[in-house]
């Protein structure tokens, strides 16, 4: 079945550094949609990024990911992390079957220090 | 502009108790509606998913069910409560026919 593959646990940096979360995928659908979704603390998940098209870079507030068919990799990065960064970040993959829903990396825990 | 509500927000409840939590989207017709399990600090694991009334799959049962009785309303229960079920529970919605997922407020769990 579908996997997602990322960052493991707990990524810590000081605020105005660049922060970098990787993520890979498995599956058998040569065209997957990849996200990004972000959970601050006692809230639900949040869509922050999508993707579908090769080499095709997407940025929404900051951030910026661009899913590289070629490795099954759609990194998220961010030039400078700000305080209200700190979040966890998930992964998160879909297949051709959009009714099925979406298959989930174990997330990605981020500090930002002052 | 759709709006999707969970209750209850947050339910304390005994070991062997019954549990009914809901999910209401309003404003679009005929979404696809999903559950998600969150185990504190845990990844999102994926329950059961709608695309119809009346029709529900399950993806991970961990002992419980769902059910879809009207097509703006998702319930999830079980007869008998697991300390195992504690948890963020989480309804979800999408597009006919669109991939990305929009997450309602949740519910937090807690059995003793």
């Known amino acids: 079945g579908d996997s997602v593959t990322q960052t493991e646990g707990l990524v810590t940096l000081t605020e105005g550094l660049p922060v970098m979360l990787n993520c890979t995928y498995q599956?058998?659908?040569?065209?997957?949609?990849l996200f990004w979704y972000v959970q601050h603390l006692n809230e639900s998940p949040r869509l922050l990024l999508k993707?579908?098209?090769?080499?095709k870079r997407t940025e929404h507030q900051g951030f910026h990911a661009t899913l590289h068919k070629s490795s099954s990799s759609f990194h998220l990065q961010k030039s400078s992390a700000q305080l209200s960064d700190s979040a966890l970040y998930y992964c998160?993959?879909?297949?051709?079957?959009?009714?099925?829903?979406?298959?989930f990396g174990l997330g990605t825990r981020v500090s930002v220090f002052p | 502009a759709q709006t999707i509500h969970q209750w209850p927000v947050a339910e304390i409840k005994a070991v062997g108790s019954p549990l009914s939590l809901g999910c209401t989207i309003k404003?679009?017709?005929?979404?696809?509606l999903y559950w998600y399990w969150q185990a504190t600090g845990g990844t999102l694991q994926q329950l059961f998913y709608?695309?119809?009334?009346?029709?529900v799959e399950s993806v991970v049962q961990l002992n419980l069910s769902a059910s879809r009785p009207k097509d703006d309303q998702f319930i999830l229960s079980t007869e008998k409560l697991l300390l195992s079920h504690s948890g963020f529970y989480l309804c979800?919605?999408?597009?006919?026919?669109?991939?990305?997922?929009?997450f309602g407020p949740g519910t937090r769990l807690t059995v003793l």
């Open positions: 979800a919605w999408s597009l006919e026919q669109s991939y990305e997922q929009y």
């Open positions: 599956t058998i659908y040569s065209n997957p949609f």
């Open positions: 993707s579908f098209t090769d080499n």
């Open positions: 998160a993959l879909s297949g051709n079957n959009y009714a099925q829903g979406l298959t």
């Open positions: 404003g679009k017709s005929s979404p696809n």
């Open positions: 709608s695309i119809t009334v009346g029709q």
